[in-house]
């Protein structure tokens, strides 16, 4: 059974920092690229990071760039992100997920997410 659970969200005040986890079941977790995206109030969804199967490549977008670092732990079926400087406008629901997504009975499949909220 697929589940995304992801944990670590919170309120935080600008410049601040903040770990994101993501705890994934089934065997699909090790083999794929994963990517934490967020969507924040009236915006499309976005990626924000991806890292590689085994870890060795990631990416950012570019407004994170240097601020953020997405890395995994495949013994652990987690993915985390490290989230430090922060804006306001990094405030969304963040949430975690294969690069190319996941689909359950057809229809594409996304966890709870976990809020991150920005003060300024």
């Known amino acids: 059974q697929v589940q995304l659970v992801e944990s670590g969200g919170g309120l935080v005040q600008a410049g601040g920092s903040l770990r994101l986890s993501c705890a994934a079941s089934g065997s699909f977790f090790s083999i794929n690229t994963m990517g934490w995206y967020r969507q924040a109030p009236g915006k499309q969804r976005e990626l924000v990071a991806s890292?590689?199967?085994?870890?060795?490549?990631?990416n950012y977008a570019g407004s994170v760039k240097g601020r953020f670092t997405i890395s995994r732990d495949n013994a652990k079926n987690t993915v985390y992100l490290q989230m430090n400087a922060v804006k306001p406008e990094d405030t969304a629901v963040y949430y975690c997920?294969?690069?190319?997504?996941?689909?359950?009975?057809?229809?594409?499949?996304w966890g709870q997410g976990t809020q991150v909220t920005v003060s300024s």
């Open positions: 997920n294969t690069r190319q997504g996941i689909l359950v009975n057809g229809v594409p499949y």
């Open positions: 890292i590689t199967s085994g870890g060795g490549t990631t």
